[in-house]
């Protein structure tokens, strides 16, 4: 082989290897996005699971002084009924007037 034609030929190796490396690079650039933003939502779901089981935690530590809160409002509720009692017995008396 002449020298011409060695030059030629690793000439258009040279061109063919850079447009293959270029095109490779266009298609995985976009795939390695994909990746990181794959790899990033995962770890989204990761950290929102790790909050959600603290949240269940904390709610079963709360769950017993809410129920006495409960219990206090219940009873306070009652306590209210019983004072008022009276005054919705005449307004359902005065309505039940009213009708006839």
């Known amino acids: 082989m002449s020298g011409k034609k060695a030059l030629i030929c690793l000439g258009a190796i040279g061109i ?5 490396y270029l095109s ?3 298609t995985v650039l ?3 996005k994909k990746a990181k933003e794959l790899y990033e939502s995962a770890n989204n779901v990761k950290r929102a699971y ?3 089981t603290e949240n269940v ?3 079963k530590n709360e769950l ?16 209210y009924q019983f004072k008022i ?3 919705l017995d005449r307004i359902s008396q005065i309505q039940e007037k009213n009708t006839k």
């Open 16 to 20: 063919v290897s850079t447009i293959a």
């Open 85 to 87: 009692q009276n005054n």
């Open 57 to 59: 935690e904390n709610l």
């Open 50 to 52: 790790a909050r959600l």
């Open 24 to 26: 490779r690079r266009k």
């Open 64 to 79: 017993p002084n809410s129920q006495q809160t409960i219990d206090e409002i219940a009873s306070l509720l009652s306590e």
């Open 30 to 32: 976009p795939n390695n």
